[in-house]
C-alpha cells in the first residue's frame, strides 16, 4: 500500500530526529564529517535535478580535455627550439 504524503512526512521527520539523537556526544570532528556528508548530499541532489546524465558526461569529458591539455602542453613545453623544423 502507497504511503500518503503524511506518513511520508512523520517517517522524515523521525528520521530527522533519530539522526539527532543519535550524533548527540559524538566529538566535534565526527560532527564535523556528517555536516560535509549532509552538505555533499544536499549538492549532489539539487545538481541531479539541474543535470541531464549526458551534461555529466559532458562536463566530464571537457574537464578530462582541459587536464590532457595541461598534461600535453607541459609534456612539449619548448618543443620547437628543441626539436626545430627543418626543410
Known amino acids: 500500500?502507497?504511503?500518503s504524503m503524511?506518513?511520508?512526512?512523520?517517517n522524515k521527520l523521525e528520521m530527522e530526529k533519530t539522526i539527532l539523537e543519535e550524533s548527540k556526544g559524538l566529538?566535534?570532528?565526527a560532527l564535523r564529517e556528517i555536516?560535509?556528508?549532509v552538505r555533499f548530499?544536499?549538492?549532489k541532489r539539487m545538481n541531479?535535478?539541474?543535470?541531464?546524465p549526458i551534461d555529466n558526461v559532458k562536463r566530464e569529458l571537457s574537464e578530462l580535455d582541459k587536464a590532457s591539455l595541461?598534461?600535453?602542453?607541459a609534456e612539449f613545453k619548448?618543443?620547437?627550439e628543441l626539436y626545430p623544423y627543418e626543410q
Open 1 to 3: 500500500m502507497p504511503l
Open 78 to 80: 619548448d618543443y620547437k
Open 70 to 73: 595541461t598534461h600535453l602542453e
Open 35 to 37: 555536516l560535509d556528508f
Open 6 to 10: 503524511l506518513d511520508r512526512q512523520i
Open 48 to 52: 541531479e535535478g539541474r543535470m541531464e
Open 27 to 29: 566529538s566535534v570532528s
Open 41 to 43: 548530499i544536499k549538492s
